[in-house]
Structure formats: structure tokens, C-alpha cells
């Protein structure tokens, strides 16, 4: 290398075809060459000195060779906190820009990075969805040099200001950017992707260019939905884009657009040989925009196409008009015939929670059903008719538990051994009410309640953790005025908490004091799960050490199992 060239300047975000082989190149003299003695110092040296350039340099650093590519793209990402990328690697892109000097600049100039286990991608910097077409075929281009990705996490755009005002977005231009999104979604299936989540999705003003069309024969319901083959070829497809037109989805016929020109396209499902070949197994959308069009028909379809065994759904915004919400909850329900575990965020009011909760019942593989804090209790007990044969778990607010095993309702729960309360913070009297009231309820609606375990899951935050009672400290009960704690706590097990820091904070023994304080309260806890805000990242449980199981113990004497997530 020639020491008084100019420094290469990158004209496009991969990486030179030169690096990606392996070369043997004998190392230059010291004297002659000035990078041997740079290349000669130890790792931690060149990292201390690249940490020293702007991003600028240091992308141009990652061209120059593969040792320097290595170091200068960690460089990158260690100003974003990102310290194993392939594990867990958060891309912010705040520029619709063709060649920002941004994360996502660096991974695409890396020829080392070749798959993802947690892959988050942030486009709320972008303030609208306008803007989006840029950084999309940029995510497209570091997904197609991928090996793998696992797990999905995308964040649309949530900024206020879409709602404020409208979008001014010509025709051409939305369809780009539909399309390429479209692209980008098949390319998420097709690298293995096991995990896929849309958080965001509420503000999205896409959906509302698309109008329902009341009073058709409903083909959403499970018999006809299955017979249904609307799940054709991408219009992305480049081989074939030029050559055919999408075929007509069922979206096409119960919806059109509300715009003057009216034009009906939209998100078109992956091609058939990528649907195929899924292996998405968990599905998670915090909005019901997922199932209206434009995304309509690519989420059904890759739903259809996948063995989903764990679906989380939020229903917040689950269109008022009741045809179509039962449109939707039909549509899902027979797309979904494998769910074993149905986690719900959120539900808007009590009409559309009597329709939620019938909805369950067509998930006869379901094991687990975790309903939200917030789900409504203003319901009449007469009209609950839930009947889950395979339903071993129940997770809900303790308020809505009396209101689902209340006398009138009509719950059928032969293999129920696990209720779950929830709730959040330390409240003592909530905690003394309620648990003696669920065993109650428990023993009398379930065929054996004797054995089905009682479940507490306690969700903490750091200035909660501040408010424990000294008494509970020094492991004694507190006296309340109010009721009387000194029972009723009793049977209890498994405890989970969750806590405000991370696996590393828990396995130093940071919050072994508070830990101990809340097994004060439950003294026949025989499994204790410790939730960081690390858990949803998919590791295993992390066993640990016996003095923590010792201390634990004295409070706890029955504990016998201790994990964290």
C-alpha cells in the first residue's frame, strides 16, 4: 500500500469483492511501510486509537483490510453500545440519506458480520413513513448478505406528528415503498427467521386509505378461509415483475381504497417457494393494523405458511365496526390452528372483550392464555362462555379472575394446575385480598384445585423496590390496620419477579436484599424465577449460586428451584 495515496473513500455500502476472499499477503517492512507498525500493536491499542476517529474515517478504515474492518466496524458499534453484535445488535436509522455514516453504514461495510440472533431495527427517527423508502432498501441490502436471522424486531414510526397531519405521498411513490417493504419482509422469511415483531404499527396512516366493504358473504370464516388460494407470487419478484401482474387476494375483494384515484395494490404475500421454506414460529404485533390492508394479505399468508406456536396480539385498535372485527378474529383464528401459547396486550373495551374471549375457544391446542391488566371487568358473567380442554395456565389481573370463575360463567377448564396473578409494585392489602380469593375460586371451579398451583408474578420498578417495608427487611410481617396479613399468603408457588436490572445485575446479588424481603411474604415458595430486563432475548435460564440459594432459603425454606432469565 502506497503511503502517500489518498485514503479510499467508499461509493457504496458493501463491502469491496477484494476483502471477501482470504489473501496471504507477506507483511511489508516496518521502515517502508508506516500501517505495519499500526498493525503490530495488540488489539486493545488499535481499538484505543480507532475510538479516537468519527465515523467518517473509521468506515474508511473498514476498507483498507479484514483485520481493520474487524476493529473499525466494532469501533462503530461500540459508540451505540453494541458490544456482540450478532447476538444483539439495535440499528437506530434517523436519516433517510443514501450513505449516512450510521450504524447501519458500518454493518453493511463488515465482512465478518454474517448473521443475527436478535436483529432490532428503529426507523422512528424518521418522523414519518414518507421517509421510509431510502433506509428500507438499505435494511434489504444487509438482510440479502445475511446467512440468518432469528429474531425480528421492527419499530415503525410512532411520532405524533403523523397523526397531526397528513402525509403527502404521491401514488408511484407509495407503491415503492410498499414494494420494497414487501421485498424486505419476504427476505426476513426466507433467512430462517424464527421470531418476528412489529411494535409502532399503531400510528400507521396506511390503513385508513382502505375501506371495508360491509354486507359480502363473509369467506373469514375457518371452513372457507382454508379452501382459499389467494397466496400467489410477490409482485416484488424480480425475475417475474416484468412479466405477470399479482393475482387478486381476498384483501382485493373485501376492501377498497379511499382514495380519489382508488387504485387497489397493496403489501402482495411472499413467493410461494419462500413460504415454503418458514420457520416463523412466533408472531408478536402490539396493533391490529397488521391485519388490514396494505399488510393484510403478506401477514395472513406467511401466518398460513408457518407452524406459529406462540402469537401475541394487541386489540386496542381492533376496528369498531363489528363485521369486520369478526372478519379479522376469524381470519386469525384459522390461520393459527397450532397456537399453544396466546399472549394479549390490550383489548379497547368490555363488547369487544365478550368477543375476545369467545375467540379463545377456537385454539384447541391452546396451553397457555395470558390476558392484560387492563382487560375489561365491566362484563356480564352470564355471557362468558370459554371452554379450552388443553388450557393448563391462566395469566390475569386477580380483579379479572373472580369476574371469569364468578357462579353465572360458564368456564370449562378440565386441565387448569396453573392461575397466575399479576400485579405490579408491592401493594400488601391488594396482595392480601386477592390471594386467598383466587385459591377460593380456584378450588371451586376447577375439577381438582387442590392441584393447581397458585402463580404470582410480581412486576417491580426501582423506585417500587425503595418502598418495601423495613419489617419485611428484617423478615417480619408488617401490621395493617386495615387487614390482617399475617396469613393468607400461604401455598404460593412458583413466585416470579421481575426486577429493574439486568442477568449480570442478578447474578451479582444487586437486589438479594429486596429478594429476600419478598419471600418474607410467601414462605412455601418452591420455585423462585428472577425476571431481569434481559428476558425477552430468548436465553436460557441462568442458575444461581448456592449462597444466594442459601440466603433465600431462610426465608423460603421449601425453595428448591432458582432461576433467572
Not at 391490529?288 to 405458511?305: K, N
Not at 379463545?360 to 356480564?380: E, R, V
Not at 396469613?487 to 442477568?503: A, C, D, I, N
Request: neutral net charge.
Amino acid at each position: 500500500m502506497d503511503p502517500t495515496s489518498a485514503p479510499p473513500s467508499p461509493e457504496t455500502d458493501s463491502p469491496p469483492e477484494r476483502m471477501l476472499q482470504p489473501t496471504c499477503i507477506s507483511l511489508p517492512d516496518v521502515h517502508r511501510d508506516p500501517l505495519c507498525g499500526f498493525l503490530n500493536l495488540s488489539g486493545e491499542m488499535m481499538m484505543g486509537v480507532l475510538h479516537l476517529l468519527d465515523h467518517r474515517n473509521l468506515i474508511q478504515c473498514a476498507l483498507v483490510s479484514r483485520l481493520l474492518n474487524l476493529l473499525a466496524v466494532q469501533a462503530v458499534l461500540d459508540q451505540h453500545s453494541i458490544w456482540k453484535p450478532q447476538k444483539i445488535c439495535t440499528v437506530k436509522i434517523s436519516s433517510y440519506l443514501r450513505q449516512p455514516f450510521d450504524v447501519l453504514s458500518a454493518l453493511l461495510m463488515s465482512v465478518h458480520i454474517d448473521e443475527f440472533a436478535y436483529l432490532a431495527i428503529d426507523v422512528t427517527g424518521l418522523l414519518a413513513y414518507a421517509n421510509l423508502m431510502v433506509p428500507l432498501e438499505r435494511i434489504q441490502r444487509l438482510i440479502t448478505r445475511i446467512k440468518t436471522v432469528d429474531d425480528v424486531l421492527f419499530t415503525f414510526v410512532t411520532s405524533s406528528a403523523t397523526q397531526s397531519r397528513p402525509e403527502t405521498v404521491s401514488e408511484k411513490e407509495l407503491r415503492r415503498i410498499w414494494q420494497s417493504l414487501e421485498t424486505l419482509l419476504s427476505t426476513f422469511l426466507s433467512k430462517s427467521c424464527s421470531k418476528i415483531q412489529f411494535s409502532g404499527l399503531y400510528t400507521c396512516p396506511w390503513t385508513h386509505q382502505f375501506i371495508f366493504k360491509r354486507g359480502l358473504k363473509n369467506p373469514g370464516n375457518p371452513s372457507t378461509w382454508r379452501q382459499l388460494k389467494g397466496y400467489l407470487k410477490s409482485s416484488k419478484d424480480v425475475s417475474d415483475a416484468s412479466k405477470s401482474k399479482p393475482k387478486p387476494t381476498e384483501e382485493d375483494l373485501r376492501y377498497v381504497r379511499s382514495t380519489r384515484m382508488g387504485k387497489m395494490f397493496h403489501i402482495y404475500p411472499s413467493p410461494s417457494e419462500v413460504l415454503d421454506g418458514s420457520k416463523l414460529v412466533r408472531f408478536d404485533s402490539a396493533s391490529c393494523h397488521i391485519f388490514r390492508p396494505p399488510f393484510a394479505a403478506w401477514t395472513f399468508a406467511a401466518l398460513q405458511a408457518s407452524q406459529i406456536e406462540h402469537f401475541t396480539v394487541g386489540f386496542k385498535d381492533l376496528p369498531s365496526d363489528v363485521e369486520e372485527s369478526q372478519y379479522i378474529l376469524n381470519k386469525l383464528a384459522a390461520v393459527l390452528p397450532e397456537v399453544i401459547l396466546l399472549t394479549i396486550y390490550s383489548v379497547a373495551n368490555s363488547t369487544q372483550a365478550l368477543d375476545i374471549l369467545a375467540w379463545t375457544n377456537s385454539f384447541l391446542k391452546l396451553g397457555t392464555l395470558s390476558l392484560p391488566l387492563t382487560f375489561p371487568t365491566d362484563i356480564d358473567g352470564d355471557k362468558i362462555n370459554i371452554s379450552l380442554p388443553e388450557l393448563w395456565r391462566l395469566e390475569c389481573s386477580p380483579d379479572l379472575l373472580g369476574v371469569l370463575f364468578a357462579e353465572e360463567g360458564r368456564v370449562d377448564l378440565p386441565k387448569l394446575n396453573s392461575v397466575a396473578i399479576t400485579h405490579y409494585g408491592l401493594s400488601l392489602q391488594v396482595l392480601a385480598e386477592c390471594i386467598p380469593k383466587a385459591r377460593e375460586m380456584i378450588n371451586r371451579r376447577t375439577p381438582d384445585g387442590s392441584s393447581c398451583f397458585l402463580f404470582v408474578a410480581l412486576r417491580l420498578a426501582a423506585w417500587q423496590l425503595l418502598k418495601i417495608p423495613t419489617e419485611l427487611r428484617e423478615g417480619k410481617r408488617p401490621t395493617l390496620k386495615s387487614i390482617d396479613i399475617s396469613k393468607g399468603f400461604e401455598g404460593v408457588s412458583p413466585l416470579e419477579v421481575s426486577l429493574p436490572g439486568t442477568r449480570e445485575d442478578v447474578r451479582l446479588g444487586i437486589y438479594d436484599n429486596d429478594i429476600m424481603a419478598i419471600l418474607t411474604l410467601f414462605p412455601d415458595v418452591e420455585s423462585l424465577i428472577l425476571s431481569s430486563t434481559e428476558w425477552y432475548l430468548k436465553r436460557p435460564p441462568m442458575k444461581l449460586d448456592r449462597l444466594q440459594m442459601k440466603r433465600f432459603r431462610k426465608r423460603s425454606p421449601k425453595l428448591t428451584s432458582l432461576v433467572a432469565y
